[in-house]
């Protein structure tokens, strides 16, 4: 369960990355979307939810097997969030990859309540819900852009 464990919540290793952990994290997180992408929008959802509460564990436990607080190591956050940022958007490369910028900003400067998410919620919660955030916005933004663009 160990090896799961670490291997889940790096993202199969893209959590060790020397620099950038989470940027490389949520990069790793696209082949994922694309394979989710095909998916009826409900049965995205679905797993979607799934994979976040499967996320909320897996943080978690990681989080005592590396005995640090929101541990760079930890990346599967970043995937639950890019999904969620990705969520009913079409599937195209310019799509991806603005999704992947607006989710990496969000991220990064994590304005409320992501701030709150992230600095006052124990264990893997807070772990994954500031990413369940960022990627809330992110998604909202996307979808205004692709609406007036």
């Not at 291997?7 to 994922?32: K, Q």
């Not at 969030?81 to 991806?96: D, H, I, Q, R």
């Not at 991220?107 to 919660?125: C, E, M, Q, S």
Request: hydrophobic residues 50%; aromatic residues 16%; contains cysteine.
């Amino acid at each position: 369960m160990r090896r799961f464990i670490i291997l889940a919540a790096s993202w199969f290793g893209t959590g060790f990355s020397p620099v950038a952990s989470g940027t490389v994290g949520t990069f790793a997180a696209i082949p994922f979307y694309l394979l989710l992408a095909r998916l009826p929008l409900s049965l995205y959802l679905g797993t979607l939810v799934t994979f976040c509460c499967l996320s909320c564990w897996v943080s978690g436990q990681a989080e005592v097997i590396f005995q640090e607080k929101d541990s760079g190591k930890i990346v599967i956050d970043e995937v639950v969030g890019y999904l969620v940022t990705m969520t009913a958007a079409p599937v195209s490369w310019k799509v991806v990859v603005l999704g992947f910028l607006l989710f990496r900003f969000f991220d990064i400067t994590k304005i409320p309540p992501a701030r709150f998410f992230d600095r006052r919620v124990k264990n893997g919660y807070g772990v994954v819900m500031d990413d369940v955030i960022a990627g809330l916005y992110s998604c909202f933004l996307l979808h205004l852009i692709l609406r007036f663009t």
